[in-house]
Every structure is written in C-alpha cells, then in structure tokens.
C-alpha cells in the first residue's frame, strides 16, 4: 500500500513536473530564470493610455509605455527628468497679441504658453504586427479582409513583426486621442480647460463619428459592435502639432506650471498612427479582446506578451528598448544605502515580469512566504507576524522575517484621508448665515478636529501606518513644514519638541463659545446631533464606527451615522446633502496645486473636487497666486498663509496621510520606494539562484502525512469491514432458538 | 417524449424573459446608469459630460423600459431593456463596460470553473454514496451514530473554514501542492488537487446525510424484505436493489446541477484563484456591470432549466413507470 502511494504521488508529481518543490505554482522551465514575481488583485479595466487612470492598471502600463518624462528613481523631493524627450522644456509666455513675454511675467498677462517637446531620435517601438511590412514594403496587417481577422484570435497569430522610429506625430496623435470618442478619457474635460483647440477638435470628431456610426449600423445593423476608424492625422488641433520629426510644440491657455507632470503621465505617452489603425479593423475586437486596451503598443522597457486579466499578466523585456541607465546620482545617503551599486549599468534587470492575480490576502501572504512573490505588502491580518516597533519606536521586520532576509521598506504615500465638513450646511458650514452663523460653525469644526484623536485611530485602526494631517498637504510635497514649524496650532500644542494634541477641554470650552455647552443648543436646549455619511455598514467596520461616536462622544455631541451605499453617497456628495464625510486624494503630481485645489472656491461644485463646499475669497486669491509660481521662497510663504487660513477655518478635519510598507525577498536588491509614479520595475534587481535556493529551503515536501491519513482511514474502516463479515455469516436464526 | 421535450423547450421563452425583466428591475433599482458610468470612470475629475458621453458610447442613454419619443414599435425596442436584453435570446452577449468581449470571457473561462467543479461533481458523487450507503448499510449501530454526528459537524462548518484550513496544512505546513494559482493541461493536476479534495470533502456532511436518508427510505420498503427473504446477502440488496431504486431522488439533485458546472463556484475559485466564472460573476457584481450579470444569470437560467430538463428525460432512463408526454 504504501509502495503504492508513493508511486502515485510520484506519478502525480512528474505529470505536473514539480521537481524537488512541489507547491511551486509556477512552470517549471520557468526556474533559474530572471524573472519578477509579483501580484495584482483588481482585474484591470484600460490598459489604453488615454483612459487608463488607476494605480493598479499603471503598475502595468508605465512598464510600456514613455511619456516624454520620468520622475528621477532616486532623486527626493520628486523631479522632472526627460524619459524620451531630450530635456525638460521651460514654456515661453504669449500675451493675447500673440506677443512673447519674459520667464517672470505676471500670469495675468499672460495669455497662451507654449511647451516645445524635444524627443530623442532613434527611439524605436516595441516589435508588434502593426508595424509589420509585407514583400512589397508595405503594411502587412493594417487592411485585412473580415475573414482573415477572423482568424486570429492573439497576437501571435500574426506570424510578422516589425517595428519603427518613434516621432513626434505620435505624442500628437495621443493628445488627439484624449477628445476621441469612442474613448472616454477621464482628463478629456480638465484638458480642455487648457490645450488649444482640444474642445473644438472634440466636437469635430464627435460629429464625424456620429455620421461614420450611422453609416455603419445602415450597413450592418444597428447592434453592430464595430467601431469605425477615424484617422486622427487628419484633424489639426490648433494648439498641438508637430514642429518637426522630433519636437511637438503644445500651446497652453494661460499659465499652467502644473502641465509638465502631466507630460509624466500615460495620458501624455505616444500611440502611433498604425496601432490605433491595426486594432480598429473589423473584427478586431469581437470577441477577441484585440485592442488597444488590451494589448498596449509602447516604446518602454518592456512590451505585453500574455494578456489574461482574471488570471495571468506576462511582460517580457523590450529587445528595442532604447537603453537607458541606471542613475548614477541620488539623494543624500542613497549611496551609502547601496542604492547606487548599478549606475551606469543598462536597464531592465529582469527579463519578464509576471503579475499573477490573488484576489485574497491570505494565499498572497503565504506565497509570498514560501518565496513565490518577490514583494508583498503587509495586510492587517498579518502586520503582527511581520513588523514590531524597533528601539527608537521605528518599524522594523519581526526576528521570523529577519530570519528569512526579508526586508522592510516605508514611505509616506502622497495621500491625505479626511473628515470634511460640508460648508452648506447651517451647522457645521453655516450654510447662508450672517458672520455669527459662520463663526460657530468654524468654532464646532474646530472642537470636532480636536476632538477626533487621529493618532489613536493610526494606532488602533492602521497599525501604526500613517501620520496625523497638520493641513492640507501630505509630507514629501512643496510646501508642507516638518516639526515645529508645521504643527496646526489649531489642534495641537508644541510641548518638548513634539506636537501634542490639545486637551479635551480646549475642545469643550471651543463649543461653549460655539453655542453648544454640554453638546446642548445654548437657545433651544436641544442635544447637538451631528451626521456622518459613510459607506462603512458590514460588521467589519463595527469596531471603526464605535470608535468614531465615541470621539464625539468626549465632547457630548451626539453622532448619527448614516450608512449607505457607494452610489448614492457619491451622490449625495455631488449634490451637498451630507453634512461629514470620510474622502481621500492621492496626488497625481507632487505640487502643492494638486492638493490645495481642493479647497479651492470655484472648483466647489457638483463636478468639482472642492467637495467640502468651502470658500474663502482671501484663500482664493493666493491659490491663484500659488498655483502660477515656480517652488522657492515666495511661494512657501503664499503656501504658509493658506495652510493658515485652511487650519484656522478647519474645512476638514485633517485626518492622516497613509504609510505605505512593503516587504521584499532577500534575493530582492534594495530599491527606493517612489510613491508618485509606477514605472520603476526596470530598477528591480534580483538573483534568481538565491531564490531557487531559498524556494527549496522553504517548501521540502512533507510527505509522511499523507500516508497516515491513509492508515487511520484504513484503520477507522477495519471495525466496520470485520463487522460487515460477521454479519454475513451469521445465520438468519441463532441456533437453538425457539422456531 | 420529442413533443414533451419541444414544449418545455418554447416554456423557455417566456420565463428567460421573465427573468431578464426581474434582472433588470433588480439591477437598476439599486444603480442608475449614472452609477456605473461613475463606477467605471473612478472619483477623480469626473464630469457630467464624461458620464454622459459614457452613457452614450455604452447604450445607456436611452429610456430604461419605454421610449415616449419614439414612433410605433420604437417605443419598446428603443430602450435599455430591449437593446441589452434581445440579442441574448442568440447568446450574443456584446461587450462588458470596460468593452472586453462576454463571450471570449465565458469561452475562456468556463474550462477552469468545469475543471474544478466535475471532478468535485463526480468524486463528490461516489464519495458521498458511499459514505450514506455505509451509515445506511450499519444503520443504528456505532457505524451509523458517529457518521450521522461526523455529518452534522462537518454540516455545521463553513467552506471557508476548509478552504484555509486546507491550504494552511496541505500547502504551507506540508508544501505539497501550490496554495492558489491554475495552469491549464497536465499541470492543472497539482493546482486542481486541493479544491477538488476541499470541495469533496465539504460537503461531505450533507451529501451523505441526504443520501442516508434515501436509502434508509429505500430499505424500510417490501421489495427489500422479498430480496432478503429470498436470502439474498445483504450487499446484493444494497448495491443491487437499494442503490438502484434510490437513484430517481439521486437523480432529481444531481443531474439538475450537472448543466450549472460550468457556472464555477464563487468562494472557492476566490481563494485558490482559479480563472473561472464564480469569479467573473463576483468581480461583475462588485463593478456594477450590468452587460456581465444580465448575461450570467441568463446563462444561468438557461442551464438550470436544462438541467432540469435532463432530469425529467433521465427519469425515463431509471424509472421505466415514468412516461414524459
């Protein structure tokens, strides 16, 4: 029995080529390979760079596709380096005569400016059917009859490649394709607020795709899923071309520091012509998924060869990628870090990257122990198994991780998670009241700050993982103060070097002088009831909601949670029917505009970011002021009176700014940790030898188990079968008894 | 039996309609194509005009059930209803939100959920026959009580609590097979093992206890006392007579669910990630798209009427007293 067990598994095992590690969930050929292990966990929706908007889908495609720039890997506070341009370009300012201005002109002068976008030449695309040439030189796949495509069913089943320079029409094409539409880009209306003629080149197309669509549907049937091709090289949009085969020039309404970050982003990233034309044909994506968005064409380090968004993500390392090094400059201390071991040295370090999907915590944690993802971040669940708080109260990795050479890496995400008040409402916002009504309303959010102890909810709720707000803008960001100078005098107190939450009765005495002493209206005598608007409601979240009723609770103001749905809170946020709630923004662009436009007066509307409803005419007019400046003195004093007068109204409740961790392997070569920008999987380097080593160490079969499982089951039946064979033989009647 | 099976197959119709009203009714109760257009485009920088042109591109901005400005029939057809409704009557199931192919999903995925889910099916099966078959066989002795108990505990203990439990002892403390993932062809062997023993062994407790209860039926009946009277052994009138009339009550849970393999199982292919349709389902829930569900639950209706429309054929099979007309 046993010798029979054994050849099972043994069978079992060389069917499914395990080798000496059985639990390996990857091919065994794929062993002692320089590959990236890592993990998704939602199903991508665009990988089309004019849509594609979300963290999860730019850990993909900032690997494939470049924008002119790239944020510097090393380099803190976050700056601008050329990916494919040649340099990053200082715009020149026009007044509305269309003449030009110097560098340091008043922005209220200036009219237009205008970015001149040098691209490298000799950039050549990844190889791809769209740029395949057939005998005659010409394009092999870009007009193929129906039938043909219908043929195909991945891109390999276009048996040739090619490939081409990379130009500057093709970043022009790209800026084109943010008005498509068929597409639905999410910065499609924030653009229009500042590229020249990108509105106008939308209607344009959009008219012209309504008469293509009626065409087709007359022709195929109005449930025809096929989208006509539009040509967008035939469109001129005014305030983009290009200069010439290398240089696009993009014309800016007004002054807009801001736009070079996003020339960082995949919105801004090249899509040539024949891509757009290969994935329109007919046929292309019924049924197949061959698309763009599927199938990114790029010019990065690395291009996608396996495309299943319920299951597997393969990139393989470009071949024509154009060679950039890694720096060989960084911050202060980074090369004492290691962190400059590779400069100089070609990039990627890995061949291919798979990103596997593990929709549950608790399999990705455990492969992730047993050595099958290289990186992790630390769930909940886990935090205590992984990190304990070092000698100096710092984070450090427990001795079992410590063990194993697995390291830990944090940093303050450009985040900031609030309580917002809605500026709308009487109480809280003072709604339309007179000065007095604003007053107390200013006073209540104030005692309602002090009173929400956010480093107890980082504490109990985050494991540590974050840092209480002072205001608006989250570490690492222009503008925000570190220690004494940035602690928000309005809810703490500067005692022995540290920021100290003020005391609870500083909160009482705030609401006393509010109207509401003892949480009671002082006119009418009715309890203070405050509502929170929250999408917190499973069972899950009791605790957090507990805790939240009894922060106000420490000043006897009554809180009514009202739980709903992720629908209609959004609307009633879009419509001002709330009166708190809990919202987050992560940076797009480290630049303070980013986060103080969320506070911004004018944008405090049903489309609009300022979701607080707040408005201050003087804070107003320094946004404006800030946000044309270029970082240096004067704009951190503009900052400071913001922040100021942001604190002293206290439109939020400024919450925290969330800490990322992140565990790596030992075989994982230190890297920095860049919390603006994804493409930073060409810096990764590991040693495949170590990893197989350390995968066999870790997973030794055990295989003895299994064979007592089947002696105890073997054993639990004996009884049964012995009684089974006595029951046979025993006669109907035991013998001598009466007849 | 051709009539009969041609008549069930036009009762098809109206109840696929029924159920395509009820999805609909369901589903925009809850959610606006507002909503989903809001849910696919995020929280960031989202205009009207993005959710409108969303709308437009995706079919959504048409009247939900009843198009008052139109003429003649166009007043039905020119709707939400008809137009995301009509074309699955040919199992045309167009594109998800996110414009990804339905059918190249279900295509593409149904292989994964029916890899797990027939071998549970089928060892599941034999396991729990056996199982009843034995409780049954040594009903009210020691045999019998502590199964009966084992049933009920095991009854009382949730998947999920097999689900971890497996993969913590079976992978992670003894490494023998991998915790999650999947491979199609021979390597699916070793991702395939654990859920298909974990699915098995779940629901042990009340397969067996359902089975038990049949055969027990079964047993208490004359033509068992004749067979034993004949002097039959006991395991001739288990397995010869027992086993084969219990078969139409058998028969009535399993066949049903034979045509639903296909739709996957929803928790188990979560945790050991397995590319299946539970899966897609889920994730389609949680986006809110509406083009993914009406299509499963189409799928699904469509199935489980099958499903029981094999069952009333199979009954024919095993019962020769049963006559479908």
């Known amino acids: 029995m046993r010798g029979a067990l054994h050849t099972a598994i043994l069978l079992a095992c060389g069917l499914a080529g395990c080798g000496r590690v059985w639990n390996d969930p990857y091919p065994a050929e794929d062993r002692g390979k320089n590959i990236l292990y890592s993990f998704f966990i939602e199903r991508p929706r665009h990988f089309d760079p004019a849509q594609s908007y979300t963290s999860d889908e730019f850990d993909v495609i900032q690997q494939i596709y470049e924008p002119p720039f790239q944020y510097h890997y090393l380099k803190r506070p976050y700056q601008l380096i050329p990916a494919t341009a040649t340099e990053v370009p200082h715009p020149k300012y026009y007044d509305e005569r269309g003449r030009e201005l110097p560098a340091d002109a008043d922005a209220g002068r200036i009219a237009y400016s205008e970015y001149d976008i040098p691209i490298r030449p000799g950039i050549l695309y990844q190889p791809h059917p769209a740029f395949a040439k057939d005998e005659k030189g010409e394009p092999a796949y870009l007009s193929l009859p129906e039938g043909e495509i219908r043929t195909k069913y991945k891109l390999s089943d276009f048996p040739k490649t090619g490939t081409r320079e990379l130009v500057a029409d093709d970043y022009v094409y790209e800026i084109k394709r943010l008005a498509h539409p068929q597409l639905v880009s999410p910065i499609y209306s924030h653009m229009t607020d500042y590229i020249v003629g990108l509105k106008e080149v939308g209607d344009r197309l959009k008219r012209d795709n309504d008469t293509l669509v009626a065409e087709q549907q007359k022709r195929y049937g109005?449930?025809?899923?096929?989208?006509?091709?539009?040509?967008?090289?035939?469109?001129?949009?005014?305030?983009?071309?290009?200069?010439?085969?290398?240089?696009?020039?993009?014309?800016?309404?007004?002054?807009?520091?801001?736009?070079?970050?996003?020339?960082?982003?995949?919105?801004?990233?090249?899509?040539?012509?024949?891509?757009?034309?290969?994935?329109?044909?007919?046929?292309?994506?019924?049924?197949?998924?061959?698309?763009?968005?599927?199938?990114?064409?790029?010019?990065?380090?690395?291009m996608i060869s396996q495309y299943d968004p319920n299951f597997r993500m393969t990139l393989d390392a470009n071949p024509n990628f154009h060679g950039e090094t890694y720096p060989a400059e960084g911050a202060p201390g980074d090369a004492a870090a290691g962190l400059l071991a590779d400069a100089g040295k070609r990039m990627p370090f890995t061949d291919r990257i798979v990103f596997t999907r593990e929709k549950e915590s608790i399999p990705l944690w455990n492969k992730f122990l047993q050595g099958y993802y290289d990186n992790a971040g630390i769930a909940s669940d886990n935090f205590d198994q992984a990190v304990r708080a070092g000698v100096g109260g710092e984070a450090v990795v427990t001795p079992e991780m410590a063990e194993r050479g697995i390291s830990l890496v944090t940093a303050v995400e450009p985040t900031t998670f609030y309580l917002a008040f809605n500026f709308k409402d009487a109480v809280v916002g003072g709604g339309k009241g007179d000065e007095h009504a604003r007053a107390r309303a200013r006073k209540l959010r104030q005692a309602v700050s002090i009173a929400i102890d956010w480093e107890e909810f980082i504490s109990i709720f985050a494991n540590g993982r974050g840092v209480p707000g002072m205001g608006p803008l989250p570490p690492g960001i222009f503008g925000y103060r570190e220690e004494a100078g940035g602690y928000n005098p309005v809810v703490y107190d500067w005692i022995g070097g540290r920021s100290v939450r003020k005391p609870i009765q500083a909160a009482r005495k705030l609401l006393v002088e509010a109207g509401y002493p003892d949480g009671r209206d002082a006119r009418t005598g009715q309890p203070l009831v405050l509502y929170l608007d929250t999408t917190a409601r499973g069972a899950e979240d009791a605790a957090q909601l507990a805790w939240y009723r009894r922060q106000f609770a420490k000043i006897d103001v009554q809180l009514e949670i009202r739980s709903t749905d992720w629908n209609r809170f959004q609307e009633k946020i879009r419509l001002g029917n709330t009166q708190m709630f809990f919202l987050g923004w992560h940076a797009d662009y480290p630049d303070p505009e980013n986060f103080m436009f969320l506070l911004y007066g004018p944008n405090a509307t049903q489309d609009g970011e300022n979701k607080a409803r707040y408005e201050n005419p003087e804070f107003d007019r320094l946004y404006v002021q800030m946000k044309n400046m270029d970082s240096g003195p004067r704009r951190q004093a503009i900052i400071d009176q913001m922040v100021k007068i942001a604190r002293e109204d206290a439109p939020w409740a400024w919450g925290?700014?969330?800490?990322?961790?992140?565990?790596?392997?030992?075989?994982?070569?230190?890297?920095?940790?860049?919390?603006?920008?994804?493409?930073?999987?060409?810096?990764?380097?590991?040693?495949?030898?170590?990893?197989?080593?350390?995968?066999?160490?870790?997973?030794?079969?055990?295989?003895?188990?299994?064979g007592m499982i089947l002696a105890v089951l073997l054993l639990a039946s004996a009884p049964a079968y012995l009684s089974y064979r006595r029951r046979e033989r025993m006669a109907a009647k035991p013998a001598g008894a009466p007849a | 039996m051709i009539a009969y099976i041609v008549r069930r197959i036009l009762y098809v119709v109206p109840i696929l309609i029924l159920v395509n009203l009820l999805t609909f009714w369901l589903f925009f109760a809850v959610n606006t194509p507002d909503d989903m257009a809001r849910l696919q485009l995020g929280v960031r920088r989202v205009t009207q005009e993005a959710v409108d042109k969303w709308k437009a591109e995706h079919g959504y901005d048409k009247p939900m059930l009843y198009n008052g400005a139109a003429q003649g029939f166009g007043r039905v057809t020119d709707t939400i209803f008809y137009e995301k409704s009509v074309r699955l009557f040919v199992f045309d199931f167009g594109n998800a939100d996110d414009g990804r192919s339905i059918r190249n999903a279900i295509l593409t995925r149904m292989w994964p959920s029916l890899a797990v889910q027939l071998p549970v099916f089928l060892v599941g099966l034999a396991v729990y026959i056996s199982f009843a078959l034995l409780m049954a066989f040594f009903r009210a002795t020691y045999v019998d009580f502590w199964g009966v108990i084992l049933c009920v505990a095991m009854m009382s203990i949730s998947t999920l609590f097999y689900i971890i439990g497996g993969q913590y002892v079976f992978s992670k403390v003894w490494n023998l097979v991998p915790i999650s993932g999947y491979s199609p062809g021979l390597d699916a062997f070793k991702f395939l093992a654990l859920p298909v023993a974990i699915g098995t062994f779940a629901g042990i407790g009340s397969g067996a206890r359902w089975y038990r209860t049949i055969f027990l039926e079964e047993m208490g009946k004359d033509y068992v006392r004749t067979a034993r009277a004949k002097g039959l052994s006991e395991a001739t009138v288990m397995f010869r007579h027992v086993l084969h009339n219990g078969m139409i009550p058998i028969l009535t849970g399993a066949v049903v669910v034979i045509p639903t393999l296909f739709m996957g199982a929803l928790i188990m292919e979560s945790f050991f990630g397995i590319p299946g349709l539970g899966s897609y389902t889920i994730d389609a829930i949680q986006a809110q798209d509406f083009s993914i569900v009406r299509s499963m639950v189409f799928l699904g209706s469509v199935l489980y009427i099958l499903g029981l429309l094999l069952t009333d054929i199979s009954y024919t099979l095993v019962d020769p007293r049963v006559r479908l007309e």
């Open chain 1, 222 to 302: 109005a449930s025809d899923p096929g989208r006509p091709w539009i040509d967008l090289r035939s469109y001129e949009l005014s305030g983009v071309k290009a200069v010439d085969r290398y240089t696009y020039r993009v014309r800016i309404k007004g002054k807009y520091p801001q736009f070079v970050y996003w020339l960082a982003m995949p919105f801004f990233a090249p899509v040539p012509w024949e891509a757009d034309r290969f994935y329109s044909q007919r046929g292309m994506n019924d049924g197949r998924n061959l698309t763009l968005d599927s199938y990114p064409v790029g010019t990065g380090a690395y």
């Open chain 1, 656 to 706: 925290l700014h969330p800490k990322v961790y992140s565990l790596r392997n030992v075989w994982v070569r230190p890297g920095k940790p860049n919390v603006i920008t994804r493409n930073t999987l060409k810096y990764i380097r590991i040693n495949p030898e170590l990893r197989d080593r350390k995968r066999e160490e870790w997973n030794r079969p055990v295989v003895w188990p299994l």
